[in-house]
C-alpha cells in the first residue's frame, strides 16, 4: 500500500518553468524525508532535492539551487518540485523518494520511489 505517484513531468523550451507533484499514501508521507531525483540516460541517478517532512527544512543540489524549490502540502499528502529557469541538462526522469533508512538526505537509502516523470527541456 505504500505508493509514491509523481506528475507534472512535460516539454518545455530552456528558461521555462514546471512544477512536479508527487502523492503519497498517507503511511508514506508521513516518514520523515522525501526527495526528488532524476536520472537522464547515461547517467547516474543524482538526488536534486529533499524536504525534512516533520519541520519542512529543505536540501538541494548544488545544480538546482537557486532555481528549484521543494514544499510539501500536508493535507493533500504531496510534495511538489517547482522547477523555474530550466536548462537543457536539466532533462531528465524525475523520481520522487520516501523513507531515508541510510546515507545522506540526497543518497540513494530511501527505501520507497515512484515510477518518475518525463522532464524535457529543449534549448
Known amino acids: 500500500q505504500v505508493q509514491l505517484v509523481e506528475s507534472g513531468g512535460g516539454s518545455v523550451q530552456a528558461g521555462g518553468s514546471l512544477r512536479l507533484a508527487c502523492v503519497a499514501s498517507?503511511?508514506?508521507?508521513?516518514?520523515?524525508?522525501m526527495a526528488w531525483f532524476r536520472q537522464a540516460p547515461g547517467k547516474e541517478r543524482e538526488g536534486v532535492a529533499a524536504i525534512v517532512s516533520s519541520s519542512g527544512s529543505t536540501y538541494y543540489a548544488a545544480s538546482v539551487r537557486g532555481r528549484f524549490t521543494i514544499s510539501q502540502d500536508n493535507a493533500k499528502n504531496t510534495v511538489y518540485l517547482q522547477m523555474n529557469s530550466l536548462k537543457f541538462e536539466d532533462t531528465a526522469m524525475y523520481y520522487c523518494?520516501?523513507?531515508?533508512?541510510?546515507?545522506?538526505?540526497?543518497?540513494?537509502?530511501?527505501?520507497?520511489w515512484g515510477q518518475g516523470t518525463q522532464v524535457t527541456v529543449s534549448s
Open positions: 498517507e503511511n508514506t508521507y508521513r516518514r520523515n524525508y
Open positions: 523518494a520516501a523513507g531515508l533508512s541510510s546515507g545522506g538526505i540526497l543518497g540513494n537509502g530511501y527505501n520507497y
